[in-house]
């Protein structure tokens, strides 16, 4: 991972850069300002995203029994236990050029701070989701390895 005490002023040139190639408007949609921080700790390509919630909460303030009554127990899952667009919102919207857009930017913003992509893209859905929502491949995208 790049320093943290850098990466809030690296992610605020990376959007300046190249923010207006994003998917969706805001800091917290692209990992910068006051959100730099969250964004830091998966940063880096070699990130092994994960999921331990084995309920039906997928994501915000609206949760099940479980969630809401502490009774559940973590289940470690490697990757992404839901395809990117159950991830949807009303200010994140998974449409067709969204996902073209997304998968894009963090290509990008991971070859630009550090001259790698992630070696398993299947961990992160990116596939599935571009085949799903665009009908393209990860290499139509822009997305190969370095």
Known sequence: LLP?????????NFSKAHGSTSAWVGEAFNGFG??????????????????????????GYDLDAPALAGTWLPQLRIGLRW???????????????????????????WSTLYKKL????????????????AHVSLDAVGCSNL
């Open 4 to 12: 943290p005490a850098t990466f809030e002023q690296r992610m605020l």
């Open 34 to 59: 006051r959100y730099s921080s969250e964004h830091w700790v998966h940063s880096h390509p070699d990130t092994e995203p994960c999921d331990i919630y084995d309920g039906k909460f997928i994501a």
């Open 83 to 109: 395809p990117l667009w159950m991830y949807e919102c009303p200010t994140w919207p998974f449409t067709p050029i969204t996902s073209l857009k997304w998968a894009r930017l963090r290509c990008l913003e």
């Open 118 to 133: 992630p070696t398993d893209f299947s961990k992160w859905r990116f596939e599935e989701t571009l085949e799903k929502m």
